[in-house]
C-alpha cells in the first residue's frame, strides 16, 4: 500500500511504500482494550493511602466494661465500625497496580489502532519538519499550513488531543515549540504506544522512512 507524502506546507511531495502489517492489520478491538487497560494501570500513581486499625492512634484500653452497661460490647476505639477507627479494605500505597503485558502484543495491539487511524485518513506524512527557532508562533504556523491538507481541516482549531507528531529523533527545537500549544504533543517514533495513538485524533509522522522503522522496531 502507498501514501501521499507531504512537505510542512502541506503540498504534496512524493508517496510512500507501507507495510502492510503496520498500516493494513485488521482492527482487533479486544487486544487493544487489553493493551490500554494494562498502560493505563501501570502508570497509575498510587498515592491514596488508608489507616487500618493498627495504625491509627488511641484505643489501648476497652472502652467499657463487657457486661452490665446495657450497651454493646466493644474491646477498641480503634475498630472499623467506629468514627475515627481503621479503615477496613481501604487503598494502600502497597498495592502494584503495574499489569504486563508482552511486547509482541503491544506491538500487534498498536498496529491495529494504527491501521484503524489509517482507514480513517487520520493518519499523515510530512517529510521533514524544520523550525528555525523556538517559537510558538513558528509551530502554529507549521499546524496552520497542514490544515490545508484534505483530511485534516479541523488540525488547527480543534482545542483538544489535536496532533501527535512523531519524530525519528530528539529534535528539541521542534518540541520546545510546540510544548505551548496544549492540542499537541510530539515526541519520537520509537516511543510510540497504543494510549498515545488512542487519544490524539491525528498521527503526524515526521521523515515517514525512518520514523516507521523505529515504530515497527525493525
Avoid at 507524502?5 to 487486544?31: C, H, M, R, T, W
Avoid at 452490665?68 to 475498630?79: C, D
Avoid at 504556523?141 to 519524530?167: D, F, M, T, Y
Wanted: no cysteine; proline share 4%.
Amino acid at each position: 500500500m502507498e501514501s501521499i507524502v507531504y512537505n510542512q506546507e502541506g503540498k504534496e511531495a512524493g508517496e510512500i511504500a507501507l507495510p502492510e502489517s503496520v498500516f493494513g492489520a485488521p482492527f482487533n478491538a479486544d487486544l487493544v482494550h487489553q493493551v490500554a487497560g494494562s498502560l493505563a494501570s501501570s502508570a497509575r500513581a498510587n498515592t491514596a493511602h488508608t489507616k487500618n486499625r493498627g495504625e491509627v492512634s488511641g484505643g489501648g484500653k476497652k472502652p467499657w466494661r463487657q457486661k452490665g452497661t446495657g450497651r454493646a460490647r466493644h474491646g477498641s476505639i480503634r475498630s472499623p465500625i467506629w468514627v475515627g477507627g481503621g479503615v477496613a479494605h481501604g487503598p494502600r500505597v502497597e498495592k502494584n497496580y503495574a499489569r504486563k503485558v508482552s511486547k509482541g502484543i503491544k506491538q500487534k495491539a498498536l498496529f491495529s489502532v494504527l491501521s484503524a487511524k489509517m482507514r480513517d485518513g487520520e493518519v499523515v506524512f510530512i517529510s521533514a519538519l524544520a523550525i528555525p527557532e523556538i517559537k510558538t508562533k513558528e509551530a502554529r504556523g507549521v499546524l496552520s499550513k497542514l490544515s490545508r491538507i484534505k483530511g485534516l481541516e479541523k488540525l488547527e482549531g480543534k482545542k483538544q488531543n489535536a496532533a501527535l507528531i512523531l519524530l525519528p529523533r530528539k529534535e528539541t527545537v521542534v518540541e520546545k515549540s510546540f510544548r505551548n500549544i496544549g492540542s499537541v504533543k510530539v515526541g519520537e517514533a520509537r516511543n510510540l504506544n497504543v494510549l498515545d495513538a488512542l487519544q490524539y485524533k491525528y498521527i503526524v509522522i515526521v521523515d515517514p522512512a525512518e520514523s516507521i522503522k523505529a515504530v515497527a522496531k525493525e
